[in-house]
């Protein structure tokens, strides 16, 4: 058997994921976690969250959900066009922030990071295949990094 995957998840850091596994591990998979932990509903929200609409505009190449007009204008006029900088200061997100309202209190920050890294890793592949698939005749570059001991992410095209 040869198994090919364009990501792998740390199921670890998924809460009961092991502890219900251990109690079922001949048929204990992702499709069962997910089916007991979301519903429908969930599953079509998520799916714009890793293939998020793109506006081009000016040259530029922004997140559907961060694009405003105004914070465009006002990046635009800063960096005098500068297509890179604008897409980079546009599209920048701290990753905690897609799901902030709900962390568990009993976790601890050390784990909660690391949570925080494992989203970025599938979201920054994600959006790469996007951008291949969208723009195959522009070079996108997704960027994940720390910044203020936060994880952000972002994407810019790189001339």
């Known amino acids: 058997m040869d ?8 199921t670890d850091l998924l809460s009961e994921y092991n502890e219900i596994k251990v109690l079922n591990p001949d048929t ?27 506006i081009e505009k000016d040259g530029c190449i922004i997140l559907g959900h961060r694009y405003n007009e105004q914070v465009f204008k006002q990046w635009q006029d800063y960096f005098n066009g500068d297509v890179k900088a ?37 979201l920054k592949k994600s959006w790469e295949i996007n951008c291949q698939i969208l723009f195959p005749d522009k ?7 720390d910044e203020y001991d936060a994880t952000r992410i972002t994407l810019y095209q790189d001339k």
Not at 28 to 54: Q, T
Not at 107 to 122: C, G, H, M, R, W
């Open 139 to 145: 070079k996108i570059v997704v960027e994940v990094y």
């Open 3 to 10: 198994k090919k995957s364009l990501i792998d998840i740390n």
């Open 28 to 54: 204990w998979e992702i499709g069962e976690y997910l089916n007991l932990k979301y519903d429908m509903n969930a599953a079509i929200a998520f799916s714009k969250l890793y293939f998020p609409d793109f």
């Open 86 to 122: 604008i897409e980079s200061m546009c599209n920048s997100y701290e990753v905690m922030d897609y799901f902030q309202n709900n962390r568990p209190v009993t976790e601890s920050l050390d784990f909660y990071n690391q949570v925080i890294d494992e989203l970025a890793k599938t």
